[in-house]
C-alpha cells in the first residue's frame, strides 16, 4: 500500500497556475481513486479518524451520502468516512471494510466517478458483507478530496435481507427480527451516550429513559432515514461520540442535534443545490441545480 504523502507528492508537478479545477491525466485519477480505498479499508482507517494535514480530505470538503446527508468539513468527514467503520469490537451492522473491488471508473478533469463492492466483515452479525457504493469524487490541486458524492447502491435490500442472511435473529419474521433489532440498536446507543455523553453533553437522564425514548418515542427508521430523526440514525452517530462528545453527544440525544433530524423534505433534498464545483467536467454544465451560485 502507499502512502498518502507519496501519492499527494507525486502529484505536484501537475499543479499549474491556470484557472477552474485542475486537469489531472487518468492515471493520476485512478491512483488518487484506489488511495482513497486503500485508506478506507480496516485498518488502516485507523490513522485518518484524527484530522491532520496528512487527511485525505481538504480542510472545507464538502461530502454527501444519500442514506445520511451532507457533511461539511474536513474534522466530521475524517470521522464518519473513517470513524464509523473501524470499530470491530462495537456492535454495527456493517463492521469494518477489509476488501475492495471497483467495477466501474470514468475520470476527467479532477473527477473520478466509481463503483466499488466493499467487503466488510460485519464482526457483530458474523457474516462477510458485499456492499456497493457509488461515488464521484472531486480532488483539488495537491490531490485531496474537496467534494465527494456517495451512494449506498441496493442499501434497501441489503437492510431487508441482512438479518435473514446474518441468521442471528434466531428467526425470520420481519415483525420479530424489527422488534430484536430495535432493543439491540436502543441498548448499544444507550451505553454509548451513559459512558461518553456526561456533564454538559448529557443527553438522558438514565439508561431507562434513553431506552423508552429510542424505542417509543422516535422510529425505526427507514434505510433511506439514516440521517433523519430514527433511531437508525442514532445508532450510526454512536460510534462518533467517544472521538468528540461536544460535537456528536446531541446526534444521539433526543433533539438528534443537526444531523437525526427531519429537516428536509424529499424534493428539497433532491434539488439541494450544495456543490462548489459542478460534476460535470470542462465547463460543460456548470450552472446545474446542484452547483452552489457564486
Ligand atoms: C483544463 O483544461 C481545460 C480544457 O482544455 C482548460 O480550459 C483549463 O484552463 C485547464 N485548467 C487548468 C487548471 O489547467
Ligand atoms: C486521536 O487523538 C486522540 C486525542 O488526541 C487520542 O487519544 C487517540 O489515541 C488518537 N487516535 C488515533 C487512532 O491516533
Ligand atoms: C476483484 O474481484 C475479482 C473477481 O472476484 C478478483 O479476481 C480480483 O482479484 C479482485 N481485485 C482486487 C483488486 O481485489
Ligand atoms: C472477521 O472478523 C472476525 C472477528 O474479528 C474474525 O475472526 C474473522 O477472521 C474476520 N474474517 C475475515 C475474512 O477477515
Not at 467534494?147 to 435473514?164: I, T
Amino acid at each position: 500500500m502507499r502512502s498518502l504523502a507519496l501519492i499527494t507528492a507525486s502529484y505536484l508537478p501537475a499543479i499549474v497556475a491556470a484557472a477552474g479545477p485542475p486537469n489531472f491525466t487518468f492515471d493520476t485519477l485512478w491512483s488518487l481513486q484506489t488511495n482513497f480505498w486503500d485508506n478506507f479499508l480496516y485498518p488502516a482507517n485507523l490513522k485518518q479518524i484524527n484530522t491532520t494535514d496528512d487527511s485525505i480530505f481538504a480542510k472545507d470538503v464538502q461530502g454527501r451520502v444519500d442514506t445520511t446527508r451532507t457533511f461539511p468539513g474536513r474534522e466530521l468527514n475524517n470521522e464518519y468516512i473513517f470513524g464509523l467503520f473501524s470499530q470491530p469490537e462495537t456492535f454495527s451492522l456493517t463492521g469494518i471494510p477489509i476488501a475492495y473491488n471497483i467495477t466501474q471508473f470514468v475520470a476527467s478533469q479532477n473527477i473520478a466517478s466509481a463503483t466499488t463492492v466493499i467487503t466488510f466483515n460485519s464482526t457483530s452479525l458474523d457474516i462477510l458483507l458485499p456492499l456497493t457504493i457509488d461515488t464521484w469524487i472531486a480532488f483539488n490541486a495537491d490531490g485531496k478530496i474537496i467534494q465527494y458524492d456517495a451512494v449506498f447502491r441496493w442499501f434497501g435490500w441489503l437492510v431487508q435481507v441482512l438479518p435473514e442472511t446474518a441468521g442471528k435473529f434466531g428467526t425470520k419474521d420481519p415483525a420479530e427480527v424489527q422488534s430484536k433489532l430495535t432493543t439491540l440498536l436502543a441498548e448499544g446507543v444507550c451505553e454509548m451516550s451513559d459512558k461518553y455523553c456526561t456533564g454538559e453533553n448529557l443527553q438522558y437522564e438514565s439508561k431507562e429513559q434513553c431506552k423508552q425514548f429510542l424505542t417509543k418515542e422516535t422510529r425505526f427508521g427507514m434505510p433511506h432515514e439514516l440521517g433523519k430523526n430514527t433511531l437508525f440514525c442514532r445508532e450510526v452517530h454512536k460510534h462518533m461520540v467517544q472521538y468528540r462528545p461536544k460535537e456528536h453527544c446531541s446526534h444521539i440525544g433526543p433533539s438528534g442535534g443537526n444531523m437525526c433530524v427531519d429537516d428536509k423534505s424529499y424534493a428539497e433534498t433532491v434539488m439541494e443545490a450544495y456543490y462548489p464545483q459542478s460534476w460535470v467536467a470542462y465547463g460543460y454544465g456548470d450552472d446545474n441545480m446542484w452547483v452552489l451560485k457564486h
